[in-house]
């Protein structure tokens, strides 16, 4: 090994100490905050939602977890998207509906007439975890329930991936921007698109990205 790959060692060596004390300094941070607040039980009424998130984010530090949740409509091909992300075939898709099967619930309180939002985890690295969360189609529930579900998985996750196959529709829009009020990272899956020729397969990008969801998500 010659003394740039010692050094290029080195600097990779302090870069992972580095993010691992900035890490252990938000996790001890947010313990102490949820340990430490002094609230009358009125006031704690008044902010059951955020004291909620807060010890669910403590929770997540703990187990160093990251959760990945996917939206779209029936027939985008959400399963698809996660089964490529897992390299197998964990989600299943019903031929009928296209409704995930056989992964346990997640337990999300809200209610989608007996649809399912289903997660499977990763092991990873040093006892790491990802949990991918596959949601019932945005087309498949009212607009009240979406919004419901939106608020709850998508606040707990650390990264949205909102699933299209083709140009937008009002549905996907209306979705996607409930997400977006959400403010967690969000990335835009332009799935299925072999299923288009080369030109048009750009023009419906274009068309996304410059008109659809300008507003709502960066082009980068």
């Known amino acids: 090994m010659t003394p740039i790959d010692d050094l290029d060692a080195t600097l990779l060596d302090i870069a992972a100490i580095q993010g691992e004390l900035h890490y252990k300094q938000a996790q001890d941070a947010l313990r102490n905050l949820v340990q430490h607040l002094d609230l009358t039980p009125q006031e704690q009424q008044g902010l059951e939602t955020e004291l909620a998130h807060l010890s669910q984010t403590l929770d997540k530090l703990d187990h160093s977890l990251i959760q990945i949740a996917a939206f779209g409509m029936v027939g985008r091909g959400k399963s698809s998207v996660l089964n490529a992300l897992l390299g197998e075939n964990a989600f299943e ?11 346990g619930n997640a337990p999300w309180q809200v209610k989608t007439d007996g649809l399912q939002v289903q997660r499977v985890a990763i092991p990873s690295v040093q006892n790491a975890q990802i949990q991918l969360i596959d949601t019932p189609g945005i087309d498949e529930i009212d607009g009240k329930t979406r919004e419901q579900l939106a608020q709850q998985v998508a606040k707990q996750a650390d990264l949205i991936l909102f699933v299209v196959s083709g140009d937008m529709t ?5 979705a996607l921007a409930q997400l977006r009020d959400v403010g967690k990272p969000m990335l835009l899956v332009f799935n299925k698109i072999d299923q288009y020729p080369e030109a048009d397969r750009l023009a419906i990008y274009h068309t996304i990205c410059n008109q659809r969801v300008r507003e709502l998500i960066s082009p980068d």
């Not at 009002?170 to 209306?174: A, G, L």
């Open 93 to 103: 898709v019903g031929p009928l509906h296209g409704v995930t099967r056989t992964i």
């Open 170 to 174: 009002q549905v996907e829009y209306n």
